[in-house]
């Protein structure tokens, strides 16, 4: 069973920034899709950013340039980079590891992220 455990979350004022972690178990980081996603109350969770295992990269549109994803694979752990956050980041973030074949995958349990002054 993969096991996804999200860190790194908190609240930080506009322009800010916060540095998530994804710690992977049971996987083998480099052979899988991961992605992190977010969800704000009322919104379907959308995609932020994902990395397949031959480092494509492929970023939602409202973060690029914003965010940057990142994985070392010798610690099996994903990172988000976040900056020049805006209210509008304001969210669940969820990290997501699936096989390329896999449409859905597993979730971690989702980290706060606030952003308000």
């Known amino acids: 069973q993969v096991q996804l455990v999200e860190s790194g979350g908190g609240l930080v004022q506009p322009g800010g920034s916060l540095r998530l972690s994804c710690a992977a178990s049971?996987?083998?980081?480099?052979?899988?899709?991961m992605g992190w996603y977010r969800q704000a109350p009322g919104n379907q969770r959308e995609l932020v950013v994902s990395?397949?295992?031959?480092?494509?990269?492929e970023y939602g549109a409202s973060v690029k340039g914003r965010f940057t994803i990142s994985k070392d694979n010798d610690k099996n752990t994903l990172y988000l980079q976040m900056n020049s956050l805006k209210p509008e980041d304001t969210a669940v973030y969820y990290c997501n590891a699936r096989r390329i074949w896999d449409a859905v995958g597993s979730w971690g349990q989702g980290t706060q992220v606030t952003v308000s002054s």
């Open positions: 049971r996987i083998t980081l480099s052979t899988f899709v």
């Open positions: 990395i397949t295992p031959r480092g494509n990269i």
